[in-house]
């Protein structure tokens, strides 16, 4: 097992690191946690695992990434210390995920942020979200099974594109108060089950009109639907028992408020 430890000093404003692939990396566990930092996160290349560059303001902010390889996992952890609470400072960071490899990741927000998981492997996705605004999209199917999705916030707002593209098995999402949009279209193949949680929310659902759904709400303040058929608390689309995917769903919602619609 090898491990290393990179922490920048603070005498500049640039932090740039690249994590190499190597022959015997078979999946990396991919921590992000960069306080106070606007971030982006994109596909990279398959000389890489990770590589990452962050603009920032060494009195706000101090970056730092850790690392180490054992039986053919590789797990990063890259991270920032914040000096003060303000998420309005312009510190900034792009982070690069190979394409080549599964990765299992877990990613917080604090400031704006925008990820883009097309064309990468994602074995896991845990994504945990701050204050600022979240915009996460995927435009092609994910080459491998995505086990499970789990999406979390407190007051946050978050806007997706292509959720289904992930073929994931599991997938869960719990917001406090906020705003969302749970773009759920994409490829499905068998069964993916979905449990959603809202507290005082406004969300979003978006539908893939290829795929069978079948979704029971309890506890919704309002909720309206088009182009389901509804019974007592249950919704199910037209098609649903006679697609080769299928998508079920439980909704569970506090004052929130909840609209059901097809992709236009």
């Not at 312009?90 to 490899?101: E, G, N, Q, R, T």
Request: hydrophobic fraction near 35%; charge should be positive.
């Amino acid at each position: 097992m090898t491990s290393i430890l990179i922490i920048i000093l603070l005498i500049g404003t640039e932090f740039k690191e690249n994590i190499p692939y190597r022959k015997g990396d078979t999946r990396a566990e991919v921590e992000i946690k960069l306080s106070g930092c606007k971030l982006a996160i994109k596909k990279g290349n398959e000389n890489s695992i990770l590589s990452t560059y962050i603009s920032y303001d060494k009195e706000r902010i101090s970056p730092n990434m850790e690392y180490k390889r054992e039986k053919g996992v590789c797990r990063i952890r890259l991270s920032s210390e914040q000096k003060n609470n303000s998420i309005f400072g312009k510190d900034s960071a792009v982070v690069y995920l190979a394409p080549h490899i599964p990765l299992s990741l877990r990613i917080y927000t604090s400031s704006e942020s925008r990820i883009d998981l097309s064309s990468i492997k994602v074995g896991k996705l845990h994504l945990v979200l701050g204050i600022g605004n979240t915009f996460l999209s995927i435009d092609e199917s994910n080459p491998i099974t995505c086990e499970e999705i789990r999406i979390y916030g407190n007051i946050a707002r978050l806007n997706t594109e292509g959720l289904g593209y992930l073929n994931f098995e599991r997938f869960y999402f719990d917001l406090n108060a906020g705003m969302a949009t749970l773009d759920m279209t994409g490829v499905y193949n068998g069964r993916s089950d979905a449990e959603i949680k809202m507290g005082i929310a406004t969300l979003t659902l978006i539908l893939p009109p290829e795929t069978g759904i079948r979704l029971k709400t309890k506890g919704v303040l309002y909720t309206s639907a088009e182009g389901l058929i509804r019974k007592d608390n249950w919704y199910t689309s037209k098609n649903f028992g006679r697609t080769d995917g299928e998508l079920l769903m439980h909704i569970y919602g506090g004052l929130g408020t909840l609209k059901i619609m097809y992709k236009k």
